[in-house]
């Protein structure tokens, strides 16, 4: 048998997870692989078994180096990097151990850290490639991307380039750079080398998800989450997006196991909450679609019809670009414009009942005329600059962004003309969402109407 077919039939077997926890051989990357490879065979249930007898004589005072190695190791496998970096931290001249606690802080966050674990565990035998790209990424995350870029470059004459991992980091760069085609590029690049690499697939997923390609970001979240370790972003992402899909069952599933691994997951928790009370919700979909229909006839130019030249003239001199800044003024004020008439006037009536609209129709069902504030000539450039701004700026939650785009909300503006209880009325928009827009607005000053 070759030794390609012997490492496809491993790779398909089982994995003996006592034998790999419990052995007193070495516990190294090859190691650390395998037991991967039991997580991602749904192994789960042993691994856990196996790692609480092991860390029981951790807590017991069995001081061995190689134990908390192999304990910490697992725990990062696992997703619980809390827990993996109080085995792994403590053991400076193991190269294995240096390498997972870099990957350990880089799941919580602790950049300049988990570069400096890199660079020890380089010098203290791991694998230089990967320590360098490793590394590379935690500088990147720091804001420093050209000497990110330098390290990624000089991995490249020791066979850098021809790895999965060379191709993300790049893409990464070019992301934070603002070339998303590029970065796009390179992640495919990646997913080529490696279908299964986590963190580009991740990338690749959520490019798709901004996009608004949900049934794409699923699948490639799906694939990122079938190699571990748990990639927290991702399974959250997921969550949401079942939950838009209302597959509230898997939705559920995906935040809590971001519980499992880290229970003081706030959002995890609270969006796990929200799933309870949007199951039992009632949507009329006809009236979403009568909505969303008048929505798009509201953006219909006026240059779209034939009016007469003093009509529209009159309507550009007037600011009035389509037929729901027509449905927003009424009779008194463009028979006060300068030319503008009773033919005008019956002209643009006429072409607004074709459409089932009228003049001031917008003013009726509008019970605060402070929806136009943001508009009202009496703001200073620099509120009107504000107000002008897009929502999109507010850096909102995936849910939360998701409901600005389902409601046709694009500036700030838009979005200081709603109240809470026509944000609510969302599909998917709870009191979370709506706290966290309140809690953004808030720091630039701004509120909700009727806040």
Same mark, same amino acid.
Request: charged share 25%.
């Given at each position: 048998?070759?030794?390609?077919?012997?490492?496809?039939?491993?790779?398909?077997?089982?994995?003996?997870?006592?034998?790999?926890?419990?052995?007193?051989?070495?516990?190294?990357?090859?190691?650390?692989?395998?037991?991967?490879?039991?997580?991602?065979?749904?192994?789960?249930?042993?691994?856990?078994?196996?790692?609480?007898?092991?860390?029981?004589?951790?807590?017991?005072?069995?001081?061995?180096?190689?134990?908390?190695?192999?304990?910490?190791?697992?725990?990062?496998?696992?997703?619980?990097?809390?827990?993996?970096?109080?085995?792994?931290?403590?053991?400076?001249?193991?190269?294995? @151990?240096?390498?997972?606690? #870099?990957?350990?802080?880089?799941? =919580? %966050?602790? !950049?300049?850290? *988990? $570069?400096?674990? /890199?660079?020890?565990?380089?010098?203290?035998?791991?694998?230089?490639?990967?320590?360098?790209?490793?590394?590379?990424?935690?500088?990147?995350?720091?804001?420093?991307?050209?000497?990110?870029?330098?390290?990624?470059?000089?991995?490249?004459?020791?066979?850098?380039?021809?790895?999965?991992?060379?191709?993300?980091?790049?893409?990464?760069?070019?992301?934070?750079?603002?070339?998303?085609?590029?970065?796009?590029?390179?992640?495919?690049?990646?997913?080529?080398?490696?279908?299964?690499?986590?963190?580009?697939?991740?990338?690749?997923?959520?490019?798709?998800?901004?996009?608004?390609?949900?049934?794409?970001?699923?699948?490639?979240?799906?694939?990122?989450?079938?190699?571990?370790?748990?990639?927290?972003? @991702?399974?959250?992402?997921? #969550?949401?997006?079942?939950?838009? =899909? %209302?597959? !509230?069952?898997? *939705? $559920?599933?995906? /935040?809590?196991?971001?519980?499992?691994?880290?229970?003081?997951?706030?959002?995890?928790?609270?969006?796990?909450?929200?799933?309870?009370?949007?199951?039992?919700?009632?949507?009329?979909?006809?009236?979403?679609?009568?909505?969303?229909?008048?929505?798009?006839?509201?953006?219909?130019?006026?240059?779209?019809?034939?009016?007469?030249?003093?009509?529209?003239?009159?309507?550009?001199?007037?600011?009035?670009?389509?037929?729901?800044?027509?449905?927003?003024?009424?009779?008194?004020?463009?028979?006060?414009?300068?030319?503008?008439?009773?033919?005008?006037?019956?002209?643009?009536?006429?072409?607004?009942?074709?459409?089932?609209?009228?003049?001031?129709?917008?003013?009726?069902?509008?019970?605060?005329?402070?929806?136009?504030?943001?508009?009202?000539?009496?703001?200073?450039?620099? %509120?009107?600059?504000?107000?002008?701004?897009?929502?999109?700026?507010?850096?909102?939650?995936?849910?939360?962004?998701?409901?600005?785009?389902?409601?046709?909300?694009?500036?700030?503006?838009?979005?200081?003309?709603?109240?809470?209880?026509?944000?609510?009325?969302?599909?998917?928009?709870?009191?979370?969402?709506?706290?966290?827009?309140?809690?953004?607005?808030?720091?630039?000053?701004?509120?909700?109407?009727?806040?």
């Amino acid at each position: 048998m070759t030794r390609s077919k012997e490492s496809l039939l491993a790779a398909t077997q089982p994995v003996n997870v006592r034998e790999l926890l419990q052995s007193d051989g070495p516990f190294g990357f090859e190691q650390a692989r395998q037991l991967e490879r039991a997580i991602a065979r749904s192994q789960y249930a042993e691994v856990r078994q196996e790692i609480q007898s092991l860390e029981e004589r951790v807590l017991t005072g069995e001081k061995s180096a190689k134990l908390r190695a192999k304990v910490g190791i697992t725990h990062y496998v696992l997703g619980q990097h809390s827990r993996a970096h109080e085995m792994l931290s403590a053991l400076d001249k193991d190269a294995v @151990a240096q390498f997972y606690d #870099g990957q350990t802080l880089l799941g =919580l %966050e602790r !950049y300049a850290e *988990a $570069a400096a674990q /890199f660079e020890a565990a380089e010098k203290a035998g791991a694998d230089a490639v990967d320590c360098r790209l490793s590394r590379a990424g935690a500088i990147r995350a720091q804001g420093r991307l050209d000497e990110a870029e330098k390290l990624v470059h000089s991995s490249a004459p020791m066979g850098g380039a021809t790895r999965a991992e060379y191709c993300y980091q790049m893409g990464c760069i070019l992301s934070d750079r603002g070339d998303t085609y590029g970065a796009v590029e390179y992640f495919e690049r990646a997913v080529d080398m490696d279908p299964y690499h986590s963190k580009a697939l991740f990338s690749l997923a959520g490019e798709n998800m901004l996009r608004g390609n949900d049934e794409e970001a699923v699948r490639l979240y799906e694939r990122s989450l079938s190699r571990p370790p748990l990639h927290l972003g @991702a399974m959250m992402n997921l #969550g949401l997006l079942y939950e838009d =899909l %209302e597959n !509230y069952p898997a *939705a $559920a599933y995906c /935040f809590k196991r971001v519980l499992e691994s880290n229970p003081a997951h706030a959002r995890a928790r609270l969006y796990l909450k929200d799933i309870d009370a949007a199951q039992g919700m009632y949507y009329d979909e006809e009236s979403l679609r009568n909505q969303a229909r008048i929505g798009q006839l509201l953006e219909i130019p006026v240059t779209d019809f034939e009016l007469s030249v003093r009509a529209r003239n009159c309507l550009q001199k007037m600011g009035i670009r389509n037929l729901g800044d027509l449905t927003k003024i009424t009779e008194q004020e463009l028979l006060g414009s300068k030319n503008f008439g009773d033919t005008s006037l019956n002209e643009i009536k006429l072409m607004l009942e074709s459409k089932g609209l009228s003049l001031g129709q917008a003013l009726h069902t509008t019970k605060d005329k402070s929806r136009d504030y943001y508009r009202n000539e009496a703001l200073s450039p620099q %509120e009107q600059a504000l107000m002008g701004r897009p929502v999109a700026d507010l850096n909102l939650s995936v849910r939360a962004r998701k409901c600005m785009s389902r409601l046709g909300i694009t500036t700030l503006g838009e979005l200081c003309q709603r109240s809470q209880e026509e944000l609510l009325e969302s599909k998917n928009f709870g009191v979370t969402s709506l706290n966290e827009v309140r809690s953004k607005l808030t720091d630039l000053g701004l509120k909700l109407r009727g806040d």
